[in-house]
């Protein structure tokens, strides 16, 4: 008898350590969960953080995250991609019913190029990014490209540069009208070099261009250091924001690991009515399989907010 309750107990410890991992011990061809997780928002990985769950073929990295319940991937290197991945990539998005987020249009690194600068040259590099962007776009059915605007140019007055950049924008924009496509500005915490910080002067910036090909991109872990009051920020934008980015801080890693109450921030764009994307643009908090393991879990908590 005690033999039998010894087994039971064994077998009944090893069935939970096997949910919790998601149903099975190792990813191959199948999914680790035996039913996908319903988010209430569309949140999206990027390549490399599942990969220890996943293995390292990008396409198996897709399965894997929409096994899991994730219904939208974001890959800021897209244009860096040979154009038979792309197509592989836009064809699996398709069936496993995904929304392709962002990707970064290709203008020379955040840096360099500033549009700040009025340049005839370094307009010409974004716009070429820009055309370079819609043959893209198609390949894996994307919407929206990051763009951000480049550095300070020192040398001139702010409202000369803000000029610059609206101007330049403008052109930008009128590449991706046409095809339906929608640049967002982000600002960034990076370096006080960056011209580009802060969320009100984006939405000055958008204001400026007057185009629905050019929005804003909250990146929430960015505006938490730059100017904090998430919320109230975000509601004072948000007729301009089109896109949404998430890392907790400090550290940049899955919500639940930092200062930031995402689960309150999560059903502020919740009862907004926001339908777009939330690119988890973030590191892993712990190595190996446990550290996206928790990643998984970081979200299911966070989204639990109804």
Known sequence: MNMKRRDFIQKTALTSSAVTLGGSLAYGAKPLMKTKHSFNLKYAPHFGMFKNLAGDDLIDQINFMAD???????????????????????????????????????KGGNMANTLAAGKQEYIDIFLDGCRRAVDVAKRVNAKWMTVVPGGFERKLPIGIQDGNVIEALKRGAEILEPHGLVMVLEPLSDSPDLYLQNSD????????????????????????????????????TWDEIDYIQIGDNPGRKEPTTGEINYKNVFKFIHDKGFKGVLGMEHGNSKPDKEGELAVINAYKSEDNFL
């Open 68 to 106: 899991q319940g994730f219904t939208a991937f974001e890959d800021n290197g897209m244009m860096g991609r040979d154009i038979a991945t792309q197509t592989k990539i836009g064809e699996t998005l398709a069936k496993r019913n995904m929304t392709m987020g962002v990707f970064v249009v290709d």
């Open 201 to 236: 002067q984006t939405y000055m910036i958008c204001k400026g261009v007057n185009s629905p090909s050019c929005k804003i991109l909250f990146d929430i872990y960015h505006m938490q250091k730059t100017e904090g009051h998430l919320i109230h920020n975000m509601d004072l």
